[in-house]
């Protein structure tokens, strides 16, 4: 009997750790972001060159699955995902931010905000992300806030983000991004300007 219960417990502890883990891995755990993993950091910034490709594991196609990102291979595309500002405070609807960049090693580049559900925010404020068209260049920025800053020439909403990521999207990419990100990127900053309700 003592036998039995010992194979028992081993047995409930043993599916309670790899079904935990594997919902940890695929980013499916309660308040878990879909977008913590990958292989690849620059400066805060994630991706895993796996994504969108045949050698991609279960638990990355997981997450790709659920963020959405309807990924490319990585010769056509490749994507970095943040969730903090450069202070590593998460990015939250109620501060607003500098997000400032300038050109990067690819053919075309955006940047997109999602929500805490990997979702673009809903509301009609035409203004979720920035791209290479309208960016132009050379040196940019825009301002991420709830509300369209005075004088800002580009801006990216976050009214109904409450917390939310920024996906950087670069598009053909150049060989030397592909050989060697962190010699080859200078990923765009995100400084926090200031808080609602905050001194």
């Given at each position: 009997?003592r036998?039995?219960l010992a194979?028992?417990?081993?047995?409930?502890?043993?599916?309670a750790?790899?079904?935990g883990?594997?919902?940890?891995?695929?980013?499916?755990?309660?308040?878990?972001?879909?977008?913590?993993?990958?292989?690849v950091?620059?400066?805060?910034w994630?991706s895993?060159?796996?994504?969108?490709?045949?050698?991609?594991?279960?638990?990355?196609?997981a997450r790709?699955?659920?963020?959405?990102?309807l990924?490319?291979?990585?010769s056509?595309?490749?994507?970095f995902?943040?969730?903090?500002?450069?202070?590593?405070?998460?990015?939250?609807?109620?501060c607003?931010?500098?997000?400032?960049g300038?050109p990067?090693?690819a053919g075309?580049w955006?940047?997109?905000?999602?929500?805490?559900?990997s979702?673009l925010p809903i509301n009609?404020?035409?203004?979720?992300?920035?791209d290479?068209?309208?960016a132009g260049?050379?040196?940019?920025?825009?301002?991420i806030?709830?509300?369209?800053a005075?004088?800002?020439?580009?801006?990216i909403?976050?009214?109904?983000?409450?917390t939310?990521?920024?996906?950087?999207?670069?598009?053909?990419?150049?060989?030397?991004?592909?050989a060697d990100p962190?010699?080859?990127l200078?990923?765009?900053?995100?400084?926090?300007?200031?808080?609602?309700?905050?001194?």
């Open positions: 009997m036998r039995v194979y028992l417990i081993a047995t409930l502890a043993g599916a750790i790899g079904l883990s594997a919902l940890a891995m695929a980013g499916l755990w309660p308040g878990a972001s879909a977008l913590a993993f990958g292989n950091e620059v400066d805060g994630r895993d060159f796996t994504i969108g490709s045949e050698t991609a594991d279960p638990y990355i196609r790709i699955a659920r963020h959405g990102l990924a490319l291979a990585k056509e595309a490749v994507y995902t943040r969730a903090v500002d450069d202070t590593g405070q998460p990015l939250n609807e109620a607003r931010y500098r997000l400032a300038g990067m090693p075309w955006s940047v997109t905000l999602y929500d805490a559900a979702m009609d404020d035409n203004a979720l992300s920035i290479a068209s309208r260049s050379g040196r940019w920025e825009a301002v806030a709830p509300l369209q005075e004088g800002a020439e580009h801006w909403s976050s009214r109904n983000a409450q939310f990521d920024l996906t950087l999207r670069l598009y053909l990419p150049e060989p030397a991004l592909l962190v010699a080859a200078t990923p765009p900053t995100i400084e926090r300007l200031d808080c609602e309700g905050a001194a």
